[in-house]
């Protein structure tokens, strides 16, 4: 006899917000199932995030239902069956029941359908065809919930047709496993995947790029990427070598070692520790995985090698490089020092950990603060507006950071004035540089 399974006592099922919604969708009798994450995360008792759910009526009959309930609907998910609908703060994924009608391994092209057994049979894995009726039960046509319960991620049919089908599905396979695997990884599902690692160049850099990232953030990310290096696949993403063990001290910084608000795994954090030390490289793989803007210049800074932060620096130093790059970037900075001291030698480096909590904590609870005079105090001085200008400030500003930042704003105009006097002796009022520094 089959099993049946019901969905637990969630609160997201029972919400007032989502029998709005369902309410609205059924109100020509017309049967809708939730699927895909929220299911199955709710089955495994992970959180939820987003809620999906499925429906035989086309996309323009899904919006007049919400309509004629009052519910506000977006579109922008049209070209895919996909209606969101809004209520107060939470928001639907409403998509039409769909099959596959071409397959080109980046995209599918699908057609619409009323068959729940064709909807489920295009989806990637066993554990994300799972559905559930608006009551809770639950419709597993392939196993799913037996491969969730036993930890196995494994493709719907035969895996190599479903990664031709697309293949990021590759890159979905490492992160579904490092989020709900356990034990031995599924060996058709490998086979598949080296030998269609290759394929990967086929997809757009945006889309490795964002499975990727995603990757990084599942439990034991290290483990993954050594699963996909035995698979060919992590030199398709990344075209250098990568420090895995860099990897896995960082991550178990994070997650085990040190209990310390703030101090939570960081997807480009991983990166860095994964890509090494060299600007080049980081900008080569900011490109490559089409990170946006702020990701990239995170990515550099964490990989320039001037840019270290710790404990073997004098702390004025350490001081500079909180101030310099932030107390987020700080922190970044402090776990991959600390995570390349336990690469080499684990023990230690744990002999240090007083050590690096106390700088830890630094870059969490030190606020730099703000230098007490400005350009325009240069110029009151006599000074002619251009390159002198900051020149100047720049030279005030080293002494007021070797000065441990305690210099208060008369104090600093005082070292103001002699700055400049030194400036016009040593220049006879031209705009040349002054070469003078302080440690």
Same mark, same amino acid.
Request: charged share 25%; with cysteine; hydrophobic share 35%.
């Given at each position: ?26 109100? @020509? ?20 995030? @987003? ?23 977006? %579109? ?49 894995? %066993?554990? #994300? ?72 160049? #086929? ?18 990310? @290290? ?19 990568? #420090? ?69 620096? !004098? ?33 230690? !480096?744990?002999?240090?950990? @007083? ?85």
């Amino acid at each position: 006899m089959t099993k049946k399974y019901r969905l637990p006592d969630v609160d997201w099922l029972s919400a007032a917000s989502t029998k709005v919604v369902i309410d609205s969708l059924q109100n @020509d009798g017309t049967e809708v199932r939730f699927i895909g994450g929220c299911v199955r995360n709710s089955l495994a008792r992970k959180p939820v995030t @987003d809620i999906d759910i499925a429906t035989p009526d086309r996309p323009e009959r899904v919006i007049e239902l919400l309509s004629l309930a009052g519910i506000k609907s977006v %579109t922008t998910g049209l070209q895919h069956g996909t209606v969101k609908a809004i209520v107060g703060k939470s928001s639907f994924d409403i998509t039409t029941l769909r099959q596959d009608a071409e397959t080109y391994g980046r995209h599918a092209k699908v057609v619409f359908c009323d068959n729940w057994l064709e909807d489920a049979k295009r989806r990637d894995f %066993t554990i #994300n065809s799972i559905s559930a009726s608006p009551s809770g039960t639950i419709f597993d046509p392939f196993g799913g919930v037996s491969d969730l319960e036993n930890g196995c991620v494994k493709f719907i049919g035969k895996a190599s047709e479903r990664i031709t089908e697309d293949y990021l599905r590759i890159l979905r396979f490492f992160r579904f496993h490092g989020l709900f695997g356990r034990g031995p990884i599924n060996e058709e599902a490998m086979t598949a995947c080296r030998a269609h690692a290759t394929k990967l160049q #086929n997809l757009s850099n945006e889309r490795i790029g964002t499975e990727f990232l995603k990757i990084l953030l599942v439990p034991e990310p @290290d483990k993954i990427c050594v699963q996909m290096r035995n698979a060919n696949v992590l030199k398709s993403v990344l075209t250098q070598n990568c #420090n895995i063990r860099h990897l896995r001290m960082v991550s178990w910084l994070e997650t085990e070692f040190v209990d310390m608000e703030r101090i939570a795994p960081d997807d480009i954090r991983h990166l860095a520790a994964l890509i090494g030390r060299g600007h080049n490289y980081a900008s080569h793989t900011a490109k490559r995985l089409c990170l946006s803007r702020k990701q990239r210049e995170q990515l550099i800074t964490l990989a320039k090698p001037e840019n270290q932060l710790s404990v073997n620096l !004098s702390q004025n130093l350490k001081l500079q490089k909180i101030r310099r790059h932030g107390n987020e970037r700080a922190i970044d900075l402090v776990l991959l020092a600390w995570a390349g001291e336990l690469a080499q030698s684990k023990r230690a !480096s744990i002999k240090g950990k @007083d050590d690096y909590i106390r700088l830890l904590r630094q870059c969490i609870d030190w606020t730099p603060p703000t230098f007490p005079i400005s350009g325009t105090d240069v110029l009151n001085l006599g000074v002619q507006p251009g390159t002198a200008v900051g020149t100047i400030l720049a030279d005030v500003e080293a002494w007021w950071e070797s000065e441990g930042y305690n210099p208060k704003r008369t104090s600093c105009l005082r070292q103001l004035e002699l700055t400049v006097k030194k400036f016009d002796t040593l220049n006879k009022g031209s705009e040349i540089k002054l070469g003078i520094r302080y440690h």
